[in-house]
C-alpha cells in the first residue's frame, strides 16, 4: 500500500520547509509513504526548498494555473505513480500534520472513499465572523446539493482513495473544496468527516484576498456548482416560476375584458407574452441542460474506465 501526501505551491518558499518537516515518513497501514508538490508556477525558491526538504515528486506548472487545477494535476500524477490513497494538504502549515492517520484509517478501513478533515472553525481566532459565516453556508449548500453530511466543506485536509481520485474532476477554477464533494455524492462515493487540528496563522490566505473579494467568488462558486450539478432544477424553477407570474398576469387581464374593462389594460397583453415566452423558454433550457449533463456523466465514465485500466508506473 502507497500512501502520497500532495502540496499544492504557489511562491511558497517562506513555509513550505516548516510544513513538509512535519509531514510523516512512515503511516500505520502503508508499505510507503511519499511526498509530492504542485509547483503553480512559482517566482520564487518553492522547488528548490521542497526538493532539499525531500520531496519525492514535483509536477510543474510554467504559468500560475490556479488551486483547483493544482489539486487535480496532483491526484492525476499520485494515480500514475500507483498511489493507493492520496491525502492533500496545504504548504502554509495550516493543518496539524498529527491528524494524517485519523484522515487515512477510514479509508484504510473500507468506511469512505473520500474523508474530510473538520476544522474547529468557531474557535479559529484568525477567522473573521464573515469567513466564519461563509464558511458554515458553504457547507450547508454542500450538504443539500451534494447528499454528505460533511460539517468543513472548505477544508482542504482530506483524504481520497485510489478509486475516487479517478472518478474526481474540477471545473471552477477558484477552489476544488465544494466541487469535489459534490460531485462525490451525486456518483455515491462515501465522505466522511474527521475532527482535525489546525495551526497557528503563518500568513495571510492567498485564496481570500478580501473579505468582499472572497464572498463574491464564494457566492459565484456556489451558484456555478448549483448550476453544472442541478441543472434541470435550476432552470426549470426559474421558467416555471416566470411562466407562472404571466399567466397570474393573464388572468388578471381576463377578469378586466370580462368585466367591459379590458380597453385600458392592453400593455399586460404584451407583459403576459414576455413574460411566458421567457419562462417557455428557459423551461426548454432546463431540458437542453439537463442532456449536457448526461453527456458530462457518461464522459466522466469513459476517463475512469481508462483510468482503471491504465498501469501506474509505481506499482
Not at 520564487?44 to 493544482?70: C, E, I, M, P, Y
Not at 485519523?102 to 473500507?110: K, R, S
Not at 475532527?195 to 456556489?222: A, C, G, H, Q, W
Request: with cysteine; proline share 3%.
Amino acid at each position: 500500500m502507497k500512501l502520497i501526501i500532495q502540496m499544492p505551491c504557489y511562491n511558497e518558499a517562506g513555509t513550505l520547509a516548516l510544513a513538509l518537516a512535519e509531514l510523516p515518513r512512515s503511516v500505520k497501514g502503508f508499505d510507503q509513504v511519499e511526498w509530492l508538490i504542485i509547483d503553480d508556477g512559482s517566482t520564487d525558491d518553492t522547488v528548490d526548498v521542497a526538493r532539499r526538504s525531500g520531496v519525492n515528486h514535483v509536477v510543474s506548472f510554467k504559468k500560475n494555473q490556479g488551486l483547483a487545477r493544482g489539486y487535480i494535476a496532483g491526484l492525476r500524477a499520485c494515480l500514475e505513480l500507483g498511489a493507493d490513497v492520496i491525502v492533500n494538504t496545504d504548504a502554509d502549515n495550516q493543518y496539524n500534520a498529527g491528524d494524517i492517520p485519523a484522515l487515512v484509517t477510514p479509508i484504510l478501513e473500507g468506511r469512505a472513499d473520500i474523508v474530510i478533515g473538520a476544522r474547529p472553525i468557531n474557535t479559529i481566532e484568525h477567522f473573521s465572523l464573515a469567513k466564519k459565516g461563509l464558511q458554515r453556508l458553504g457547507s450547508l449548500v454542500v450538504r443539500k446539493v451534494s447528499g454528505t453530511d460533511v460539517e468543513d466543506a472548505p477544508s482542504g485536509f482530506r483524504a481520497v482513495s485510489r478509486d475516487a481520485a479517478m472518478r474526481l474532476h474540477v471545473f471552477n477554477d477558484y477552489t476544488y473544496t465544494l466541487e469535489t464533494i459534490i460531485q462525490a455524492g451525486r456518483k455515491n462515493m462515501v465522505v466522511l468527516s474527521v475532527p482535525i487540528r489546525v495551526n497557528e496563522d503563518l500568513r495571510p490566505s492567498k485564496l481570500v484576498k478580501s473579505i468582499p473579494n472572497y464572498i463574491k467568488k464564494s457566492i459565484f462558486t456556489m451558484l456555478r456548482i448549483f448550476v453544472v450539478y442541478k441543472p434541470f432544477k435550476f432552470f426549470m424553477s426559474i421558467g416555471a416560476s416566470v411562466f407562472t407570474l404571466g399567466l397570474v398576469v393573464g388572468l388578471r387581464f381576463l377578469y378586466f375584458l370580462l368585466s367591459g374593462q379590458g380597453g385600458g389594460h392592453i400593455q399586460s397583453l404584451i407583459l403576459v407574452s414576455i413574460l411566458m415566452g421567457i419562462g417557455f423558454q428557459t423551461m426548454i433550457t432546463a431540458f437542453l441542460a439537463d442532456q449536457f449533463a448526461v453527456n458530462r456523466t457518461l464522459l466522466e465514465d469513459i476517463e475512469y474506465r481508462t483510468w482503471k485500466n491504465r498501469e501506474p508506473e509505481g506499482k
